[in-house]
């Protein structure tokens, strides 16, 4: 799982799975979790779990640094992470379906269109 982040008009690469066991001490020391536990505070935006994965991301791109100097804006960050979570997603499905020989799959009718589709359907009409 390689994501691209782009943070600071430069894109980023990560990689969760090049998490390394000196990276690992690191976060243990830092903050007292595990990388599960760690994961998590990511997806919840805590900004100490958002700095050690920044520092992760500069590492992994070749930027050593001291996780404690690193500052930035948690909720654009948070926001670039996520967004980057949503393409590696959405890339993956697309080439899911292209392994399996399938077109991309199309939007699902939301909203207004369900209650269409379930109203037509009950007097027997189609829409």
Not at 2 to 18: E, N, R
Not at 70 to 75: A, E, Q
């Amino acid at each position: 799982m390689k994501l691209i982040i782009h943070v600071d008009g430069t894109d980023y690469a990560y990689d969760p799975q090049l998490i390394d066991v000196k990276a690992a001490f690191v976060i243990r020391e830092r903050a007292g979790w595990g990388i599960r536990t760690w994961s998590q505070k990511c997806d919840d935006w805590d900004p100490l779990a958002l700095q050690l994965l920044y520092w992760l991301m500069l590492r992994q791109n070749g930027k050593e640094t001291d996780p404690a100097t690193i500052d930035f804006s948690v909720v654009e960050f948070g926001e670039a992470v996520t967004a980057a979570s949503l393409e590696w997603i959405k890339a993956e499905a697309e080439a899911e379906a292209l392994r399996a020989g399938r077109p991309k799959a199309r939007k699902r009718a939301t909203g207004a269109t369900q209650r269409t589709m379930r109203t037509s359907s009950t007097t027997g009409t189609s829409t």
